[in-house]
């Protein structure tokens, strides 16, 4: 695991997508995982100024996102799909049929979720999967206590993170309970992975899936168990770490 810890939330994003664009420039046809949430926001911000001001070309990337709020159709303002159409996709050149994102509103959810690790098996797997981590540890919505082993499912949000998501929604009536989300053994085989994490809300979970022992009970401490991880820190939520 290499740990790089920057000054600030801004220096965050351009470390992020610089990792990112490198890796769109090496590839013939580069698959990136992508996550949502409030982290990724500015990653995604500087991906599109490459983009529009340096020519970062997506025509031949494949994204797979990590995962969707189960009911929600992929319209509807609160979903993932329409957090990433807003914030990268429409902003980027990349091809619509070269998109995945979990359907949330899928008639059969576990067929979907089977067909979903099809096409990531398809396109040879993931070559580098940017995630965030939440306050208990969870990654995608693998809350604490999922398997490692575990593939592409449906999950029952931790009441932590049902409260954490609470600001995103006008009516407590509207907060999703369950999700779809990349299990974390499809999620450590992605060739590389890039965890960021930023402020001081932070510095705990961070302090323990870096320095801790691997535990079912932290799923990013899976981390430790892959060859390539980079994680990314600003100064806040690296407080913690007794080395840095």
Same mark, same amino acid.
């Given at each position: 695991?290499?740990l790089?810890?920057?000054?600030d939330?801004?220096?965050?994003?351009?470390?992020a997508?610089?990792?990112?664009?490198?890796?769109?420039?090496e590839?013939?046809?580069?698959?990136? &995982?992508?996550?949502?949430?409030?982290?990724?926001?500015?990653?995604?911000?500087?991906?599109?100024?490459?983009?529009?001001?340096?020519?970062?070309d997506?025509?031949?990337?494949?994204t797979?996102?990590?995962?969707?709020?189960?009911?929600?159709?992929p319209? *509807?303002?609160?979903?993932?799909?329409?957090?990433?159409?807003?914030?990268?996709?429409f902003e980027?050149?990349?091809?619509?049929?070269?998109?995945?994102?979990?359907?949330? *509103?899928?008639?059969?959810s576990?067929?979907?979720?089977?067909?979903?690790?099809?096409?990531i098996?398809?396109? &040879?797997?993931?070559?580098?999967?940017?995630?965030?981590?939440g306050?208990d540890?969870?990654?995608?919505?693998?809350?604490?206590?999922?398997?490692?082993s575990?593939?592409?499912?449906?999950?029952?949000?931790?009441?932590?993170?049902?409260?954490?998501?609470?600001?995103?929604?006008?009516?407590?009536?509207d907060?999703?309970?369950?999700?779809?989300?990349? &299990?974390i053994?499809?999620?450590?085989?992605?060739?590389?992975?890039?965890?960021?994490?930023? &402020?001081e809300?932070?510095a705990?979970?961070?302090?323990?899936?870096i320095?801790?022992p691997?535990?079912?009970?932290v799923p990013?401490?899976?981390?430790?168990?892959?060859? *390539?991880?980079?994680?990314?820190?600003?100064?806040?939520a690296?407080?913690?770490?007794?080395?840095?």
């Open positions: 695991m290499e790089i810890v920057v000054s939330y801004d220096e965050l994003s351009k470390t997508a610089s990792l990112m664009a490198k890796e769109i420039k590839k013939e046809r580069p698959v990136l &995982g992508l996550a949502t949430g409030s982290t990724p926001l500015g990653t995604y911000k500087e991906l599109v100024r490459l983009h529009q001001e340096e020519g970062l997506f025509s031949k990337v494949v797979f996102n990590l995962d969707e709020y189960i009911g929600f159709s319209l *509807d303002r609160n979903s993932y799909n329409f957090y990433m159409w807003e914030n990268l996709f980027v050149n990349i091809k619509r049929q070269n998109v995945y994102i979990p359907k949330g *509103d899928a008639p059969n576990e067929e979907f979720c089977k067909w979903y690790e099809e096409e098996k398809r396109v &040879g797997g993931i070559n580098l999967q940017l995630l965030g981590i306050r540890g969870h990654i995608g919505f693998n809350e604490p206590g999922s398997s490692f575990d593939r592409t499912h449906v999950k029952k949000l931790a009441d932590v993170t049902i409260r954490d998501n609470a600001r995103f929604f006008e009516k407590i009536e907060i999703p309970h369950y999700a779809m989300t990349m &299990g053994g499809t999620i450590l085989e992605a060739k590389k992975i890039i965890l960021i994490a930023n &402020g809300h932070k705990r979970i961070c302090a323990e899936f320095e801790r691997v535990t079912k009970q990013a401490s899976s981390m430790q168990l892959h060859s *390539d991880v980079t994680v990314i820190l600003d100064n806040a690296a407080s913690r770490l007794r080395k840095k």
